[in-house]
């Protein structure tokens, strides 16, 4: 009984302190002020594509809509009067990511950095003469970390394998004066979780290696 009652003390002393719901009250308080926010996100696109540097595109993303695998088709067998159910084959959704369109003076590029980022990637898929390359040319990580209301790291998803499925589409009437913006899909193969701090470090150093390769490339 004694270890007993230190599990539960335990259990209770680390719910209140991520301010979740107690179990082993009748108190039903949630502290939203440990919660997550939708806002505290952001994208880490390691690769460069070309002379413009992946690092560059998170600023740029507004929202990402991701998850991971689903039963996508559900198995069934008549059991007598009743009915079984069985999980299919899982399936994963297309990644979807929206993106402002940056204003960039004539001279000073080719075009903007987003466009022209994917419009490198896709060249990695298929070239000017339409001819594929192995998928180990042109699949490349992307990272998705979430950061606690301290703006600390809370949760790192690595999106495996991402290529895009779609080109920048523009939506231009004179009847606004919104900013420009247009959504790319992606496919992946897999989504992991990993340690935030650990892999945080990792991805600052990919990617200041990154930029130093890109500068030495330029000048």
């Known amino acids: ?9 335990a259990a209770s002393l680390v719910a209140q302190s991520i301010g979740a719901i107690n179990p082993f009250s009748f108190s039903n308080n949630v502290y939203l002020s440990n919660c997550q926010r939708s806002y505290n996100w952001d ?3 390691i690769s460069s594509m070309g002379v413009f540097p992946g690092a560059l595109l998170g600023k740029f993303c507004q929202g990402i809509k991701f998850g991971d695998y689903n039963i996508g088709s559900i198995g069934q067998m008549k059991v007598g009067a009743y ?7 899982p399936e ?3 990644v979807s990511m929206s993106f402002i369109k940056p204003a960039v003076e004539v001279g000073v590029l080719s075009g903007d950095p987003v466009s022209q980022y994917f419009l490198e990637w896709r060249r990695l898929i298929v070239d000017n003469y339409g001819n594929y ?3 180990n040319g042109y699949a490349r990580n992307v990272y998705v970390y979430m950061a606690h209301t301290t703006y600390l790291p809370s949760d790192i998803f690595v999106l495996r394998n ?5 080109s920048p589409q523009y939506d231009l009437n004179y009847e606004a004066s919104d900013v420009v913006k247009f959504n790319i899909e992606f496919r992946i193969d897999r989504i ?4 935030a701090l650990n892999t945080l470090g990792t991805m600052l150093k990919q990617g ?3 930029g130093l390769s890109l500068v030495k490339n330029i000048f």
Do not use: D, Y
Request: glycine content about 6%.
């Open 1 to 9: 009984m004694a270890s007993l009652s230190t599990a539960l003390g």
């Open 192 to 195: 992991e979780s990993l340690n």
């Open 162 to 166: 991402a290529f895009p499925i779609s």
């Open 43 to 45: 994208v880490l696109f």
């Open 208 to 210: 200041v290696h990154a």
């Open 83 to 89: 009915q079984e159910f069985f999980a299919g084959l």
């Open 133 to 135: 390359r192995p998928k």
């Open 92 to 94: 994963i959704n297309t």
